[in-house]
């Protein structure tokens, strides 16, 4: 794997060395923050735009006020990639926050944000996709303001903990029974032909990729119904996967213990992973 040691800040591109935070900085005091997490193909950006304006909700919803117009953030990202001469397949991440200030809660005044992002190399995760993975439900014990991308992730890092500590990918979170999504992905359960996943208020994240979803199984005439399913529902499901950036469209083939259909990624989802790869013009297979 190469390292793509070009950083983009908010004193422009700088060696990822030379990035030093006073250690009262918003961000790693109180979470003040916000963050995307991009998908690179072969060197390119897939769903920059849908990322982008996530960004810029996010920051909307947290009163942070961002060093650049959305225009201008596509242009930055796009010369971290020429900078770094990335070709690989990876991600960027990019974060900002409300800046270096001393520690008071309350926000600092005029204090610029801090904004960083780097490249990293992520191989598509090919196995996976093909066999499938397993998760184990948590409850999910977040706040109210879980579509904000917001770096508190607390309750999440603690869920996939659980679930790496069973083995499992991923964890399912559930409020009341009802399924919200995962602990870094969304969650759908097909059932009789039809896509149910949690609609998408204040209490999940808008995930780029789910957005996809929903348009891909549009063009498969496969409705999709935004109405949350339950825990219980899951034993009975025909096929079961989730979505991110870093995961894709994922078969979850497993459930606390508990095999899906016939253990094997189901027709739906399958397709949907073709359709993924074509709109992310994915031409290439790396394991
Ligand atoms: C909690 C949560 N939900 C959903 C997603 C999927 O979002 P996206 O498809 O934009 O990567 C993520 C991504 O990391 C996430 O952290």
Redesign the pocket.
């Known amino acids: 794997m190469s390292v793509h040691p070009i950083t983009l800040s908010q004193t422009g591109f700088v060696h990822r060395d030379e990035l030093t935070y006073p250690f009262e900085e918003r961000g790693l005091q109180f979470g003040d923050g916000i963050y995307e ?1 991009i ?1 690179i193909y072969a060197g390119a950006s897939y ?1 920059l735009t ?2 982008i304006d ?1 960004l810029f909700r996010s920051a909307e919803a947290i009163r942070l006020d961002l060093p650049f117009s959305k225009q201008e953030a596509r242009n930055l990202l796009t010369e971290l990639l020429n900078q770094n001469e990335m070709t690989s397949d990876g991600i960027i991440y990019l974060q900002a926050t409300r800046g270096s200030a001393p520690r008071v809660h309350a926000f600092p005044g005029d204090v610029p944000a801090n904004v960083y992002a780097y490249v990293q190399d992520m191989p598509r995760k090919t196995k996976k996709l093909t066999s499938g993975v397993s998760a184990i439900t948590q409850r999910d014990t977040r706040w109210e303001n ?1 579509y904000i ?1 917001s770096l508190n992730l607390l309750p ?1 890092v603690l869920a996939k903990q659980a679930a790496q500590e069973n083995g499992s990918y991923e964890a399912i979170l559930q409020k009341d029974g009802k399924v919200t ?6 969650i759908y359960l097909i059932k009789d032909g039809t896509i149910f996943t949690h609609p998408a208020t204040k209490h ?7 957005m996809r979803v929903e348009e891909f199984a549009h063009d498969l005439a496969v409705p999709f119904v935004e109405k949350a399913f339950t825990t219980a529902d899951i034993p009975d499901a025909d096929e079961l996967f989730l ?4 995961s894709e469209i994922m078969p979850v083939i497993d459930v606390d213990g508990i095999q899906i259909a016939d253990g094997a990624p189901g027709s739906i989802t399958r397709e949907l992973q073709y359709q993924y790869e074509q709109d992310a013009a994915i031409t290439h297979v790396n394991v």
Not at 204 to 210: A, E, Q, S, T, Y
Not at 243 to 246: A, D, E, G, Q, V
């Open positions: 997490v998908r769903l849908e990322h996530r879980c991308k999440n999504e995962g602990s870094s992905s969304n999940i994240l808008h995930g780029c990729v789910r979505s991110s950036s870093t």
